[in-house]
């Protein structure tokens, strides 16, 4: 478990090229599960939370290639994945556990050979992300599913049947297994309360490609019109918008400019509104835009997370890291998970003022400074908050249990470095 150390009260400038995304490149990863034909895909991101996901693939039988290449101004990998007959249907504990997002091999592996085994799944603990739509939409649509000793065991004769599936609150995780099963099913599925993330476009995207008929991308309601095979695509993933709204706040927070290259403006603008208004200006590139705060007197401002296009509760903890340092109160109200607020208690140990009102509502109220202290990573997003908070903090910050942050931001120590922070990796040794 390594740790970083951080010297803070440095204000950043320059340009940090933001990734390929993570929450579009786990499931489409997946996608490629439902051809025997190779799916190649480009701007994947160099993430742990990748490794773990090839190494299952592997494990079930994909052949892998990987080529690193630079792409739009920054070093990028296409991977191509090739699964001409899987070698297992059965997705393990020592991977699954590793990474929730592991559920994804889920639809595919059912809707194509008719069985899966998969792990209950693990991930960041940030409140119980039950599987309950994935598996009711999955009877819905003619599987029959048991949970044995830890395992989801699903099985359907012949091909899963079109169904109209109600989402009982917008899933992203459900939506993309859901679509994915629906585009090898019988008939036609409707899925109602779908997510409308811009993730789940570019998954649609992807399918569609490959041969699915899928209608309704960017709304609430999804039309999956079944066919019986899919094909082999290239496909380039779209840019991380949650790295982007990451570095945008740590441009903001230590009064920097920065400009971020590769960032998808047009899926934040909610962020960047609550951006602007704490007295950051933001200006638009040709690709990507810039945060300028070099004379702003930070003010606080209420954040609401919600479902896109409101605010990504993906943003919360770093937002949060903000309203620490920024004139006046705020109040931060988490509506999608019932415990992210786990990085509270590490932000207070920095001499941070937030008052946690149950589980869903925190009032930040700013103070001048932050001092630092040896902090513990609870979570990916809480991670980089507490990365925030030591760019701003006196003296040395110490983040412990950075192996979160390696899940969902590449090379962040050199991105932070070419714009200035004094920061640094310390190696444990294993």
């Given at each position: ?108 592996l059912l809707t194509k ?162 951006l602007r208004k704490t ?89 001048e400074k932050l001092s ?59």
């Open positions: 478990m390594d740790k970083i150390k951080i010297i803070g009260g440095k204000p950043l400038f320059g340009k940090v090229f933001i990734s390929g995304a993570k929450n579009t490149a786990l499931p489409i990863i997946c996608a490629s599960l439902l051809t025997d034909e190779p799916v190649t895909i480009q701007n994947i991101p160099f993430l742990s939370d990748i490794k773990s996901l090839n190494a299952l693939l592997l494990q079930l039988g994909t052949k892998i290639e990987e080529k690193s290449e630079e792409r739009n101004g920054h070093l990028t990998q296409t991977i191509t994945y090739h699964t001409p007959q899987p070698t297992s249907l059965v997705a393990p504990y020592d991977y699954v556990r590793k990474m929730r997002a592991s559920y994804y091999v889920l639809g595919p050979y008719r069985h899966v085994e998969l792990s209950l799944p693990g991930g960041c603990a940030i409140g119980a992300r039950p599987m309950d739509i994935h598996l009711s939409s999955l009877e819905q649509m003619g599987a029959k599913i048991e949970i044995k000793n830890g395992y989801v065991v699903a099985d359907v004769d012949g091909r899963l049947q079109g169904a109209h599936v109600a989402f009982h609150s917008a899933s992203v995780g459900a939506t993309c297994n859901i679509l994915m099963a629906a585009a090898l099913a019988e008939g036609t599925t409707v899925i109602e309360n779908a997510a409308k993330e811009p993730e789940i476009a570019d998954l649609i995207d992807i399918l569609n490609k490959m041969g699915a008929q899928i209608e309704g991308a960017n709304t609430s309601t999804l039309t999956i019109h079944g066919v019986e095979k899919l094909h082999g695509v290239t496909h380039e993933i779209i840019n991380d918008r949650i790295e982007a709204g990451s570095y945008a706040v740590a441009a903001a927070i230590t009064h920097g400019r920065v400009e971020l290259v590769n960032a998808p403006a047009q899926f934040l603008q909610t962020p960047l509104d609550i007295g950051a200006t933001i200006e638009m590139t040709d690709n990507g835009f810039i945060v300028d705060a070099q004379n702003a007197k930070l003010v606080g401002q209420d954040v609401f997370t919600d479902y896109y296009p409101g605010f990504p509760t993906d943003l919360q903890a770093q937002f949060m890291a903000l309203m620490c340092v920024s004139e006046g109160a705020a109040m931060i109200t988490e509506s999608i998970w019932e415990n992210r607020f786990m990085h509270v208690p590490e932000l207070m140990r920095m001499g941070a003022n937030i008052n946690v009102h149950g589980h869903a509502s925190a009032i930040v109220r700013g103070v630092a202290a040896p902090v513990m990573s609870t979570d990916l997003r809480a991670s980089f908050a507490l990365i925030l908070a030591g760019l701003v903090a006196e003296g040395e910050t110490i983040v412990n249990r950075v192996y979160h942050l390696d899940r969902g931001y590449e090379h962040l120590e050199e991105k932070f470095k070419a714009i200035g922070a004094d920061i640094e990796r310390i190696k444990i040794p294993d």
